[in-house]
């Protein structure tokens, strides 16, 4: 990048992270942008998470803090507040970047100066490293406040992304915290996001510049519908009432949301009297939700005629 070189710092949280660790770290040593620094923070692990990391600490750019489990939002804040970099970089123990995702971020945030938060989007992989899916585009960057977008689902930011560390000074300063340590359902993620974007507009590149990775290990899986209810009645109010957020979000964009949530409820259960009950919730709520409708019809029609129906539409 022309002129001044910024620093980046890298946040990787770490809980029993044995077995990606190493893959997660080369991932940032092979980056093509290469002023940056690691700042691992082992969260109490109890496997021989701290024997793989040492071998890289002799990359002084890596530096690795140990202390007793607290959870990850306090692992970031910690992260956060012994990171010496123009930017913050976050990344989980379990992710990997593809070689150029530093200098594509890089590049936005010296093109448009008033960006505070930029991110890609992701594909999924397994505990192997096979693709096992990826992030729906919506063929074209997003630019621009991004509230009503988030709360509504037609945006989905990942905590893979980088920040200015204006953006965190600010969030600490006006707010009085970054991640929040009081919210367990890993919530926390679209909490800090929903807040930055009170006061700063987010950039989202189209296009697959790092790996998910959705193993067994992930609690997400594990405790969706507490996710769900944490996002629905504490953070989305919280924001609307002390954080600016009714000047950008609508009650159409909290409908949407919940029928999102609805319709995520009833994919992810096998009880088909269920499936139908939750589908019918995620109309009610938005009656445009063309997913819902379809994974309605494929549920009460026969198989041949809602394949009609589906490429009728498409037309």
């Known amino acids: ?6 620093l980046v710092s890298v946040i990787v949280p770490c809980y029993n992270a044995a077995p990606f660790v ?28 701290i024997d793989v990391i040492q071998p890289f600490l002799e990359d002084t750019r890596i530096k690795l803090h140990i202390q007793e489990n607290q959870g990850v939002s306090a692992t970031r804040n910690r992260g956060i507040s012994l990171a010496q970099g123009d930017f913050i970089a976050f990344l989980d123990s379990d992710d990997v970047w593809k070689p150029e995702m ?10 448009y100066p008033d960006v505070g938060v930029c991110g890609s989007l992701a594909i999924f992989i397994d505990a192997d490293g096979h693709p096992i899916g990826k992030q729906a585009s919506n063929g074209q960057d997003f630019y621009g406040w991004a509230s009503a977008p ?5 945006l989905a930011f990942n905590l893979s992304s980088m920040v200015r560390r204006s953006v965190c000074e600010r969030l600490q300063s006006e707010q009085g ?3 929040d340590e009081v919210i367990t ?40 519908f507490q996710r769900q209810d944490t996002v629905l009645n504490v ?36 009880v088909w009297s269920a499936k139908i009950y939750w589908f019918i919730r995620s109309i009610l709520h938005n009656p445009y939700h063309r997913d819902a409708w379809g ?11 809602h394949r009609w129906l589906k490429n009728w539409v498409k037309r």
Not at 102 to 111: A, D, G, N, S, Y
Request: glycine share 6%; aromatic share 16%.
């Open 185 to 224: 359902s890993l919530a926390e993620d679209f909490d800090f996001w929903l807040r930055c974007s009170s006061f700063t507009p987010f950039y989202q590149i189209d296009d697959w510049l790092f790996f998910y990775r959705q193993w067994g290990g992930n609690a997400t899986s594990r405790i969706l």
């Open 1 to 6: 990048m022309p002129g001044s070189v910024p």
């Open 22 to 49: 190493a893959e997660t770290i080369l991932s940032v040593v092979a980056q093509t942008y290469q002023h940056w620094e690691i700042i691992l923070i082992d969260d109490g692990s109890k496997d021989n998470t």
């Open 235 to 270: 953070i989305v109010p919280r924001f609307l009432k002390l954080y600016g957020g009714n000047k950008y979000v609508r009650r159409k964009h909290v409908q949407q949301l919940k029928s999102f949530f609805c319709h995520e409820r009833g994919s992810n259960i096998t």
């Open 102 to 111: 530093l200098h594509r971020l890089l590049e936005i945030f010296q093109k």
């Open 295 to 305: 994974a309605l019809g494929y549920q009460m029609l026969p198989k041949a005629v």
């Open 150 to 154: 988030f709360v509504s689902r037609k």
């Open 177 to 179: 915290y970054c991640f």
